[in-house]
């Protein structure tokens, strides 16, 4: 499947790609979020959203946090741990054949998740999509998705905590990093959510703009070095 989608002749453009993470339902449900990812591609950008499996793992890697730290079964962590095990045997086949891919990224295992996670957010946070949340930025901002939209049900406090509230520390730990959040409720403005997108797509196109000038220059300037030289 891998090789056909390789296969596929694409055109040779610069988009900016644009990470979609947040409350489970509403990153993924076109109906909860109005349809974001048709807003971004619409916009021009490539949208990347991080998959469903790694929620369940995130669930089940809880357990042995809770028996450490707090009242967890050591039955309930057997439990968890056996269940990571058995999902990332199966993604292990995937795993490897994504790496050797030209296109696409291989997923990481929720161990690593936990570990970047770690960096700027104690695992305790397991309420809603917890900890799981920052991990997502995490990975998506390193595997070269600066923009993200971080989408949350209005008054959602977890995800405003470990979404929003770890927006400043992102920004400060990683350069150019182009984070959005927004509000989805039924009595919300659909036009304010629509504009603040366009907002962060604005900036993603100038900051490829501004990345491509600067690599001309730089390759200018390299090229005249070498003619001096000569």
Same mark, same amino acid.
């Given at each position: 499947?891998?090789?056909?989608?390789?296969?596929?002749?694409?055109?040779? @453009?610069?988009?900016?790609?644009?990470?979609?993470?947040?409350?489970?339902?509403?990153?993924?449900?076109?109906?909860?979020?109005? &349809?974001?990812?048709?807003?971004?591609?619409?916009?021009?950008?490539?949208?990347?959203?991080?998959?469903?499996?790694?929620?369940?793992?995130?669930?089940?890697?809880?357990?042995?946090?809770?028996?450490?730290?707090?009242?967890?079964?050591?039955?309930?962590?057997?439990?968890?741990?056996?269940?990571?095990?058995?999902?990332?045997?199966?993604?292990?086949?995937?795993?490897?054949?994504?790496?050797?891919?030209?296109?696409?990224?291989?997923?990481?295992?929720?161990?690593?998740?936990?570990?970047?996670?770690?960096?700027?957010?104690?695992?305790?946070?397991?309420?809603?999509?917890?900890?799981?949340?920052?991990?997502?930025?995490?990975?998506?901002?390193?595997?070269? @998705?600066?923009?993200?939209?971080?989408?949350?049900?209005?008054?959602?406090?977890?995800?405003?905590?470990?979404?929003?509230?770890?927006?400043?520390?992102?920004?400060?730990?990683?350069?150019?990093?182009?984070?959005?959040? @927004? &509000?989805?409720?039924?009595?919300?403005?659909?036009?304010?959510?629509?504009?603040?997108?366009?907002?962060?797509?604005?900036?993603?196109?100038?900051?490829?703009? &501004?990345?491509?000038?600067?690599?001309?220059?730089?390759?200018?300037?390299?090229?005249?070095?070498?003619?001096?030289?000569?």
């Amino acid at each position: 499947m891998i090789a056909d989608f390789e296969s596929v002749e694409i055109e040779d @453009v610069i988009k900016p790609r644009v990470g979609v993470v947040g409350e489970i339902l509403v990153k993924f449900h076109p109906t909860a979020n109005n &349809d974001i990812v048709k807003l971004i591609e619409e916009e021009g950008g490539e949208a990347v959203v991080p998959d469903l499996v790694d929620f369940f793992l995130y669930s089940a890697y809880d357990a042995e946090y809770k028996y450490k730290y707090l009242s967890g079964s050591k039955r309930a962590k057997i439990l968890g741990n056996a269940t990571i095990n058995v999902v990332e045997m199966y993604r292990s086949v995937i795993r490897k054949a994504l790496k050797n891919s030209k296109r696409f990224e291989p997923p990481t295992t929720i161990y690593h998740l936990a570990e970047k996670a770690k960096e700027i957010i104690d695992l305790g946070n397991q309420t809603g999509e917890g900890w799981l949340l920052t991990a997502e930025m995490i990975e998506l901002i390193e595997m070269g @998705v600066p923009n993200i939209a971080c989408l949350q049900p209005f008054a959602c406090l977890p995800n405003h905590v470990t979404g929003k509230g770890v927006a400043k520390a992102l920004r400060e730990r990683y350069k150019d990093v182009n984070i959005v959040a @927004v &509000d989805y409720d039924p009595g919300a403005s659909e036009v304010n959510q629509i504009n603040r997108l366009k907002l962060m797509m604005s900036v993603a196109h100038r900051r490829i703009v &501004d990345n491509v000038k600067k690599f001309n220059e730089n390759i200018a300037l390299e090229e005249a070095s070498i003619s001096e030289q000569k």
